[in-house]
């Protein structure tokens, strides 16, 4: 049954939540504008403009949602995004994996932050409301650009003005054939989401770093207003807690990213300067550049200068970042940009507009800032956060110079002119050589900066940063040592995150006293130095677990074969201080704690996320599920049991998880193990499936009980043929018959236990194979002969199953997470600080 209603409630709903959009553009614009009493005339129009805005957009979302959860399959975006097997979890994450969903993501925030704006202007009534017109003009104008992105309507002839999340499969994809003899046609089930999205860090990732992106558009807004209005001071005051806020959000979401890429990629890392992630990270940098600015704004004409330009950069660079990612430039060169949906032309509009409209304003605007009338001290808390910032600012420079490749490449093309410039063949190399000096900068900055702004030191007292320094050489040498640290990079570094760590300490210690309101910078400065020393720790000094002592080549480069191992089911491998045995196959059964063995899950051919349990699920002595019951589970995913055994420690199991899917192409996923000072990190990188097991021509052998024969390396007896009841789990019918053998198979390693069974139902001889995957055999009862008492058996043999693994181990990564902690928590503390001085 067609739902055609939902998706033409949607669409007028976008097109109501566009004009509605211009409407409050253009009555915060005359607002702004007119300085009579008209003005509040206007502006009480443009706020019902807004608000009305944020109600069609709301129901723009439920309207998605609604879809999605319904899994609605006639409408392409659920079709595309979704499907049955999908738990309600994972299905949010579908909301926002097509571009339309993400736009309508930021809309969405952008709303809920435009509305808490106008209620705290009206709250602080004349203080700030000058700024409230010009600021909300922007909001709306941006709201109208990011609108018309999902609009979805074609004008003038072939000018397509966004694309609609609402449109029906036959209208998407009008030249099929099922068109033609079923025009209702609503397929059983959709594509589902992408394996890689199916995580419970894509549920709040996204949403975590949009809201961040919106974020950013406050401190732009208030920048403009500022030169709008020619208020050029007073609005660092209320923009600087907004952009704390802005850092703390965006850089969660950043570093949930880092995460998600960690617990599901199987590259090894959190970061690979991925052309995407450095477009998010860039924006941030200049954004954190631009709160250590604001902080000396209103005493230093120059920090003012640098804070407009800096405030409206970081948002122009999410824009930017939006072209990169959505226009399809970057699709050679990243694997999570979005594809082309034709809206390039429109996304350049769409930052072209706002960078020209900035430009122009700061340049009629610049000649009537405040200027200094005297030069900046080089022992001033000025000098030392200028130097702080232009390092911040120089490592945002670098990453974009190299992210921003395609873009040359395309502008050469524009002028019929190949400039064929590309990427870095190793990235982290390339970026890391840059960035890992200019953050040594950044850090040993913190640490000075910290001292001059706390008043600790001046022209007379240099010698105060001496204790700090003594400690710091001190606590490096027994790092260096006790670590292993040696080369002299490294050295250099560790050096400096401990210096960060211990005068960003000695200020908390003796000055701030545990007056934990003004702790924040202090608290900020120690997260970045322990992240950037956990980085180095992780990265640098990973060491391989699962090197290839049996030197079998496994892949094509050196480098693979000997950081892969070859696993044999049921086979212990000794590799360096492990033993590590690959123990089979298990999948994750819903609402079943752990991993179940595959074997006991029999599928259900008309389904593919259902199954029938093959015995009892029981976790100690509770029971989950009954045998014979219908489970649901994640058919795709198998997870591979890996043990692990280390003399003088005990085991434990890994179970990296590797999907085997045709719409999207298989993905692998690590498991990590965590200790206090490293995490031992596993991931598959081949598995071996029935599909691709080749067997050989069946031998037959015909045996009675007792009696032994020969399987090429290995002796097999008969033990016993039994009657049994059932067939995978189910009673036989009336008339049915069934018998079970049990083959003994004698191996190096102790004997092995094959029951195949022979049964004749409905009338019809029915005989299942089974299979030894440790053995590569497979095993099938043919015929009973009651005459003779002999039982013919075809006996295949195949390449045993085995995985490939890679193990690493991370030292110290823990430095990285605790960092990231403090880091946020350092921000929170300072914004609230800077909340409560706004209000005032």
């Not at 959505?326 to 032309?345: E, N």
Request: with cysteine.
């Amino acid at each position: 049954m067609l739902r055609a209603y939902l998706g033409q409630i949607g669409h007028i709903l976008v097109i109501l939540a566009f004009i509605s959009s211009l409407i409050a553009t253009y009555t915060y614009y005359i607002s702004a504008k007119d300085s009579s009493k008209d003005s509040d005339f206007w502006r009480s129009i443009a706020r019902k403009s807004f608000f009305l805005h944020t109600f069609f957009v709301i129901g723009v979302v439920m309207v998605l949602f609604s879809i999605i959860f319904n899994k609605y399959f006639e409408y392409h975006y659920a079709w595309d995004n979704a499907s049955l097997s999908l738990p309600l979890g994972y299905a949010i994450s579908c909301f926002w994996q097509d571009q339309e969903g993400s736009f309508l993501l930021w809309m969405f925030w952008n709303v809920i932050l435009g509305v808490i704006l106008i209620f705290w202007f009206r709250a602080k009534k004349k203080s700030f409301l000058h700024f409230e017109s010009p600021m909300m003009a922007i909001f709306s104008a941006v709201q109208a650009f990011l609108t018309s992105m999902i609009v979805g309507a074609v004008l003038f002839g072939d000018f397509k003005l966004g694309s609609s999340p609402f449109l029906l499969l036959r209208e998407s994809m009008p030249n099929l054939p099922v068109w033609a003899t079923n025009p209702d046609f609503v397929p059983k089930d959709g594509n589902g989401l992408n394996p890689l999205l199916q995580n419970y860090w894509m549920v709040i990732h996204p949403p975590t770093l949009f809201l961040g992106f919106a974020t950013t558009l406050i401190p732009f807004a208030f920048a403009l207003a500022a030169l709008w209005k020619k208020d050029y001071s007073d609005w660092t005051k209320v923009a600087l807690p907004w952009s704390l806020v802005s850092g703390v959000i965006l850089g969660t979401g950043i570093m949930m990213g880092a995460i998600w890429a960690y617990e599901t990629l199987n590259f090894g890392s959190y970061w690979s300067w991925d052309p995407v992630e450095n477009a998010v990270y860039v924006p941030w940098l200049v954004l954190v550049a631009s709160i250590h600015t604001m902080l000396i704004a209103r005493k230093s004409s120059s920090a003012l200068k640098i804070t407009f330009i800096l405030s409206i950069t970081q948002f122009i660079l999410i824009l930017y970042s939006t072209f990169l990612t959505r226009s399809g430039i970057l699709g050679t060169s990243s694997v999570h940009s979005f594809t082309d949906l034709g809206l390039s032309g429109q996304l350049l509009i769409y930052l072209l507009f706002f960078v020209i409209g900035a430009i122009l304003l700061m340049a009629f605007r610049w000649k009537y800032l405040p200027k200094d009338n005297k030069e900046i001290s080089t022992y001033s808390t000025e000098f030392w956060i200028f130097l702080g910032v232009t390092t911040l600012t120089l490592a945002a420079f670098q990453i974009t110079i190299t992210t921003s490749i395609p873009v040359y490449n395309s502008i050469s093309e524009l002028f019929n002119y190949k400039l064929n410039m590309a990427m870095p063949t190793d990235p982290l190399k390339h970026y890391n050589t840059f960035q890992m000096w200019l953050f040594i900068g950044v850090i040993t900055l913190t640490g000075i900066a910290q001292f001059f702004w706390w008043r600790r030191v001046d022209k007379l007292s240099i010698k105060k940063l001496l204790n700090p320094l003594i400690i710091t050489l001190l606590l490096s040498a027994i790092a260096i040592t006790v670590t292993g640290v040696n080369k002299w990079q490294y050295i250099i570094l560790l050096t400096a995150g401990i210096f960060s760590i211990t005068a960003n300490a000695t200020i908390l210690l003796d000055i701030i006293k545990g007056n934990f309101k003004v702790a924040g910078g202090a608290i900020t400065h120690i997260g970045v130095a322990l992240m950037l020393v956990g980085i180095m720790y992780s990265s640098a000094y990973e060491k391989v677990i699962s090197v290839n002592l049996a030197n079998e080549k496994i892949f094509k480069t050196e480098k693979d074969n000997k950081e892969n191992v070859l696993l044999y089911y049921n086979r212990p491998t000794q590799i360096n201080d492990f033993t590590l045995d690959f123990r089979g196959e298990f999948v994750d059964v819903r609402n079943v704690p752990g991993y179940i063995e595959k074997k006991f899950i029999q599928p259900i051919p008309t389904s593919d996320f259902q199954g029938i349990a093959k015995a009892d699920i029981m976790d100690g002595d509770k029971l989950y599920v009954k045998r014979g019951d219908t489970v649901e589970y994640e058919a795709e995913n198998t997870y591979y049991q890996v043990n692990y055994q280390k003399k003088g420690e005990k085991d434990f199991n890994f179970y990296p998880r590797y999907q085997i899917n045709q719409k999207m192409g298989n993905v692998a996923s690590p498991h990590i193990k965590k200790y206090w000072n490293k995490d031992i990190y596993s991931h598959v990188n081949y598995v071996t499936t029935n599909e691709d097991k080749e067997w050989s021509v069946p031998e037959n052998y015909s045996v009675a009980i007792k009696d032994t024969f020969f399987l090429n390396d290995f002796v097999a007896i008969l033990d016993n043929v039994s009657p049994v009841n059932e067939l995978d789990g189910l009673p036989l019918q009336q008339g049915d018959v069934a018998a079970q053998a049990t083959l003994r198979i004698l191996e190096r390693d102790g004997e092995r236990i094959m029951k195949p069974i022979f049964a004749i139902k409905n009338r019809e001889v029915w005989s299942k194979p089974v299979i030894s995957s440790e053995l590569g055999i497979r095993a099938q009862l043919l015929a009973i002969n009651p005459e003779t008492g002999k039982f013919t058996f075809a006996i295949s043999r195949g390449e045993k199953e085995y995985i490939v693994l890679k193990a690493l181990e991370k030292p110290h990564i823990n430095l990285l997470w605790l960092g990231t902690a403090l880091l946020v928590i350092g921000m929170s503390i300072a914004s609230a600080r800077r909340f409560r001085i706004a209000m005032k």
